[in-house]
């Protein structure tokens, strides 16, 4: 297949699988084979039921997607903990580059991107009533930004932690 793939700007002849999903593929259609009355698709079903696990390997393809989610999030994490604020248009645009995430992890993994955007627009909210003055108690805004950026400083670590099963690539 590494021929066909050489020539086409996008696989069509591979699929865009690893050998190792390949090889995991080729088990479960033996196992199966094995367990059917027939080869044929319309014998009847084999009493046991065929595990539907997929591989544990990950393409480099979904890998490269997945990798570039993680680094827009570690980078907007450490420029907000850096500076203990953050620019509208940076969260905003944090929030464009990760939309997709959904599709490439799970709802936890979604939930938690929405997470880090929420917080950045509610510490970019205290600054600019910070700024702004207008707001009586100002020490109580300084007291919820200083627990938000604390927040963030841990979060580093937390993106590894929640990323980590989905970026092995075997």
Avoid: C, N
Wanted: a negative charge; aromatic letters at 12%; charged letters at 25%.
């Amino acid at each position: 297949m590494e021929h066909h793939d050489r020539y086409d700007s996008k696989t069509s002849q591979s699929k865009g699988l690893t050998e190792g999903e390949a090889l995991a593929y080729r088990s479960i259609l033996y196992t199966y084979i094995e367990q059917s009355s027939g080869a044929w698709p319309d014998a009847s079903p084999p009493t046991q039921r065929i595990s539907q696990e997929r591989p544990t390997q990950i393409s480099l393809e979904l890998y490269d997607l997945r990798i570039k989610m993680y680094q827009f999030a570690r980078d907007f994490i450490i420029d907000i903990t850096r500076y203990a604020k953050v620019e509208l248009q940076r969260a905003l645009q944090f929030a464009a580059d990760t939309e997709e995430v959904l599709f490439l992890y799970d709802e936890s993994v979604e939930a938690y991107f929405s997470e880090l955007y929420g917080q950045a627009i509610r510490l970019y909210t205290l600054v600019t009533l910070e700024q702004g003055g207008s707001v009586g108690d100002v020490s109580s805004l300084i007291k919820e930004r200083y627990e938000i950026v604390l927040w963030f400083s841990k979060q580093p670590g937390e993106l590894r932690r929640r990323l980590q099963s989905f970026l092995r690539t075997g």
